[in-house]
């Protein structure tokens, strides 16, 4: 229903938990090949299967990667609070109608069932994001890309002169012909991964958090960003310098991550799972990493994460 509410002209929203996405996969990457913005809610619980579904957990981010058959990408977004849950959402918004891609955006149980004191924004001053539909026929192609996003353009459905094949068959670039051509599905699958890489180009930097000149690096998404600030504020405050990042984009992974990674001496990353995002920063930018990850169903307890940095910062000191 919610990629039809997109075909027909509408901004698409749905969600679940893991196991509901892992049952709309197929529906997904007929949204990846149909290249229409869909946003996807995945309030991540406690699993595996049934699991603890009441419990938090951050399960599901190698999914949200790379849980699809064949080469298929798509933007995933992580919030950090209750409140960046508002603002993570425009984003999804912005980056789905602009690439004319899925997002998906991964909260965590933590984050439904928390609570914060957050003023309401003037909403004026949030940017206009009206769909960029279609209406003149001229020279119009449907897979033909913007030369900067590589998205095609968004049609109404019943717009006169912009009629087209749409569905899961691949498409003739630009033509939009259904076609089992080698060289063109070779093409459009680069195609539909360099869009997702050059949003990459169209959001900020990372900034650190706490001491720059510090040797120890903290390292996390979505709700870790909480328990990390508060045992970074108790370590500093005992004499030792600690700095941290949030990444709340985690595909593609902001620029300059590979360069804040490579500056300090120690990374630790911490997780609500066994070490997924530890994998990707492992294998991606080649470096050593210490882990901390738990699957209690319950936050990382920040007397533990105090214990665990001041474990890792003695243990340079032996180097």
Partial sequence: MALGAA???????????GPGIALKVEAINLAVMTELPLIIF???????????????EQGDLLMSLYGRPSDSYLIVLAPSSAADC???????????????????????????NSSEPWKI????????????????????????????????????????????????????????????????????TRLRYEKTQKVANDIPDLEILGDKDADLLLVGWGSTLGSMRAAMEVVQASGKKVAMINIRYLNPLP??????????????????????LNMIIRSKFMIDTSFLGR???QPIPVTEMIEFINKELDSLKEH
């Fill in 7 to 17: 075909y027909a002209g509408k901004l698409g929203i749905t969600g679940s938990s």
């Fill in 42 to 56: 995945d309030f991540m619980r406690s699993g595996i299967s049934t699991g603890m579904p009441t419990k938090t």
């Fill in 86 to 112: 508002f603002w993570i959402s425009i984003e999804a918004v912005r980056l789905a109608t602009k690439y004319m891609t899925p997002v998906i955006v991964l909260s965590e149980g933590f984050l439904v």
């Fill in 121 to 188: 924004p003037d909403l004026d001053s949030i940017p206009d994001m009206k769909a960029p539909f279609r209406t003149n026929p001229e020279g119009y192609l449907p897979y033909k890309r913007n030369k900067e996003t590589l998205a095609r353009d968004w049609v109404k459905i019943g717009t006169p002169g912009l009629e087209h094949t749409i569905g899961g068959l691949e498409k003739t670039n630009e033509t939009g012909n259904i076609t089992q051509d080698p060289e063109n599905h070779d093409l459009m």
């Fill in 255 to 276: 620029k300059n991550l590979g360069e804040i990674l490579r500056s300090f001496k120690k990374v630790v990353v911490v997780e609500l799972n066994l070490g997924h």
């Fill in 295 to 297: 699957v209690t169903g």
